[in-house]
């Protein structure tokens, strides 16, 4: 989303357990779009990594398994998140990568690639122009509302469906803000904009309470 901006992509790659990491772009929410693929590559080619895509339309040669096992990052797109679920569970890629994460490698990504990793998301995906609550992996607990300050009706509407119980208590960011998680447990925000900022939003006594959580600014 900040190409001129790199400070968060460096901060993905610092968590790696390699010194030169490889990387693999995860397109599946955008129909793996060559352009977005390419943006990616040409973004992570200025850093010490090995960057490289994932593919489900035109899958790396061999056995995807020995594909991501091999990654040491693995960094997913936005777009559209039911897509990439319904995808990536016909392909197998959603337990190829929880395995991947239980080996400790990194995974990571934006927007589409933030909500899916949690148990619900806020999502466009599930009716166009329509943001509504979406089941999605369960690797992390809870809810997650990305884009909090970047679209208008995404931040009263969470704090809403929260508050009401129709979604589960989570954790929201401003564009620009990342959410960093040490296996199931949140660890600390960081952001790559000073005023960027991410949410704890729950429930108490029928009532919801958004506390608003001060990310380690990267610059």
């Known amino acids: 989303m900040e190409p001129r901006n790199p400070l968060l992509d460096r901060f993905v790659l610092s968590l790696a357990r390699s010194r030169n990491p490889r990387v693999a772009f995860v397109g599946t929410a955008s129909g793996d779009s060559p352009l977005y693929a390419a943006r990616f590559l040409r973004a992570f080619r200025r850093f010490r990594c090995r960057p490289s895509v994932l593919s489900l339309f035109q899958p790396p ?6 594909f991501v096992r091999a990654q040491d990052v693995l960094y997913v797109g ?5 897509n990439l679920l319904v995808l990536w569970r016909d392909r197998g890629l959603d337990r190829l990568l929880r395995a ?10 934006i927007s589409a690639g933030s909500i899916c990793w949690f148990e619900e998301g806020l999502s466009d995906s ?11 992996l369960g690797f992390l607990p809870g809810s997650n509302c990305p884009h909090y300050d970047g679209e208008p009706l995404r931040r009263p509407l969470y704090r ?21 998680f040490r296996g199931r447990a949140f660890e600390r925000a960081v952001s790559s904009r000073p005023a960027a900022r991410a949410y704890g939003v729950e429930r108490i006594d029928g009532k919801v309470l958004e506390s608003e959580i001060l990310p380690d600014y990267l610059g």
């Open 61 to 66: 040669p061999g056995d995807l398994g020995d």
């Open 78 to 82: 936005g777009g559209n998140t039911r």
């Open 100 to 109: 991947a994460w239980r080996d400790d490698a990194v995974l990571a990504g």
């Open 126 to 136: 599930v009716k166009a122009g329509t943001l509504r609550p979406l089941p999605c």
């Open 160 to 180: 809403r469906l929260v508050g009401s119980g129709r979604m589960l208590p989570g954790l929201a960011a401003d564009d620009g803000a990342a959410l960093l």
